[in-house]
């Protein structure tokens, strides 16, 4: 079945507006980025891969460390590689600056 | 020098806001309202927020206009339950609005390979509900579609692709009922060898259908032709001719002899 996870980063600064990034396809995903009242980032992540928390965790850290935002964000993961996450994430970030 | 944009390696919410009047694009049921599907998760599928279709208002050429897009790279641009239900929605929403005389100027950019086979029977439901709204929607105004994207339209899609007043088709976008490889699967390699690219498009690609008159207007991949087409066929609708196949199709022939054939009343 489809794994889904849950990241919270505490803090952060708000951001401007939303962004919809991405497409769910063989190596891809889609991002949705939206602002929140909550004083902290929550990350949801559904994916088609199974078992790759541990990934998922330390790509979401990184981008947390450069960028510390408050933002409710969404991922639909179909098989994208941490490298593409990351760019998918630094694109939504641009976008919703 | 004026820079070629080309449409075909745009996303489907790219190429609706590319065609709508600059500035007017307003997307209804976005990916923020998050209409997924709720059938795939079970079958290990991944749900995108907006079912691979986009719905927008604007104008064209300063005219209300709805534009409808399937996104070929989410699951081949496939029809389920909740994307074909907002194609549907949205063309019988035109069809109101004529009837209570409101101008709305329609067109359709298929990029679908048909039915999504994991929503089987709701995807046939939704694509005759779209094949329905065409029908009645092209009694008030011409529905053009737009095939000119790196899927092309196969399946219940090229009917309802078919039942549109006037098409604008690429070189690079194909359409058919079946595609090559089920054409190769249910027939064999002697009707089609799916792997022979340059035979598929030959056979099914835009200049090919245009030459066999199914369809209106052949275009280069290029945003600012593809409107211009898409102006003068919706808006400054002089009235289309339907499109009719230019010559009679022996069903006897197979598609490489069918290829033969046209590649010598057309070259």
Redesign the interface.
């Known amino acids: ?2 794994e889904t996870l849950e990241i919270i980063n505490e803090g952060g600064t708000p951001i401007a507006r ?1 962004a ?1 990034i991405g ?3 063989s190596g ?1 995903c ?1 991002l ?1 980025i ?1 602002p929140t009242s909550e004083p902290r980032a929550r990350v949801l992540i ?3 891969v199974r078992g790759y928390e541990a990934a998922w965790r330390a790509v979401i850290a990184r981008f947390f460390e450069r960028h510390p935002i408050a933002a409710r964000i ?1 991922i ?3 098989g994208a590689t941490p490298s593409v996450v990351a760019l998918r994430l630094e694109q939504a970030l641009e976008a919703a600056s | 020098m004026k820079t070629r944009i080309s449409f075909a390696e745009l996303s489907a919410r790219e190429r609706v806001r590319a065609l709508l009047d600059p500035g007017t694009f307003r997307e209804l049921i976005d990916p923020f309202e998050r209409m997924r599907s709720p059938y795939l998760a079970e079958q290990r599928i991944v749900a995108q927020s907006d079912d691979g279709v986009v719905v927008a208002r604007g104008t064209l050429g300063g005219e209300n206009a709805v534009i409808v897009a399937t996104d070929g790279r989410y699951l081949g641009g496939s029809i389920g339950e909740i994307g074909g239900a907002k194609i549907a929605g949205a063309l019988e929403c035109a069809a109101d609005a004529w009837a209570r005389n409101e101008r709305t100027r329609v067109a359709i950019l298929f990029d679908s390979g048909g039915i999504r086979l994991q929503e089987a029977n709701l995807g046939i439901l939704a694509v005759a509900e779209i094949c329905d709204a065409i029908v009645a929607l092209r009694a008030f105004t011409p529905v053009i579609a737009i095939v000119a994207g790196r899927v092309g339209v196969y399946g219940g899609m090229s009917i309802a692709a078919s039942l549109c007043s006037a098409s604008i088709v690429s070189e690079g976008a194909r359409v058919g009922l079946n595609g090559p490889d089920v054409v190769e699967e249910e027939a064999g390699l002697a009707e089609l060898d799916a792997r022979d690219r340059p035979l598929v498009w030959r056979a099914t690609g835009g200049r090919r259908r245009h030459a066999q008159g199914q369809a209106t207007r052949f275009v280069t991949d290029d945003v600012d032709v593809i409107r211009a087409a898409l102006h003068e066929l919706a808006i400054h609708a002089t009235p289309i001719a339907p499109i009719a196949p230019k010559i009679p199709i022996d069903p006897t022939l197979s598609l490489a002899d069918f290829d033969r054939e046209l590649g010598r009343r057309f070259s």
């Open positions: 079945m489809i939303r919809h497409v769910v396809a891809n889609e949705l939206e559904r994916t088609s969404e639909d993961d179909f």
